[in-house]
């Protein structure tokens, strides 16, 4: 069992920064995937990105969506049990509920892949 709460979100200006924080309890973190995932009125959860475990020791790699590649940065701290999403030059239409997400199938970009999830928070991007 994991329980994951993120934090981090708010409003900024297109061109800023910001960072969300997906904090985890529970056993076996550092075995599982975590992504993120965001989410729009009316559409389907959209990966964002992903820590993916490749199932060997403390071995992982990333994994990002087509429109976030060079903008989003995700890392993951098995000591603080956090995995943090540095977003950059954000735009209007990365405006969402972004969630994060442990799991260990695959593919890790859809979220029927996920077994646990948070809350969410909410990312505003004014133009």
């Known amino acids: 069992q994991v329980q994951l709460v993120e934090s981090g979100g708010g409003l900024v200006q297109a061109g800023d920064s910001l960072r969300l924080s997906c904090a985890a309890s529970?056993?076996?973190?550092?075995?599982?995937?975590i992504s993120w995932f965001r989410q729009v009125p009316g559409k389907e959860r959209e990966f964002v990105a992903a820590n993916i475990w490749t199932g060997s020791g403390r071995t992982y790699y990333a994994e990002w969506a087509d429109s976030v590649k060079g903008r989003f940065i995700i890392s993951r701290d098995n000591g603080k049990n956090t995995v943090n999403l540095q977003m950059k030059s954000l735009k209007p239409e990365d405006t969402a509920v972004y969630y994060c997400a442990a799991g260990v199938r695959r593919p890790f970009g859809i979220a029927r892949s996920y077994d646990y999830w948070g809350q969410g928070t909410q990312v505003t991007v004014s133009s």
């Open positions: 529970g056993r076996s973190f550092r075995n599982y995937t």
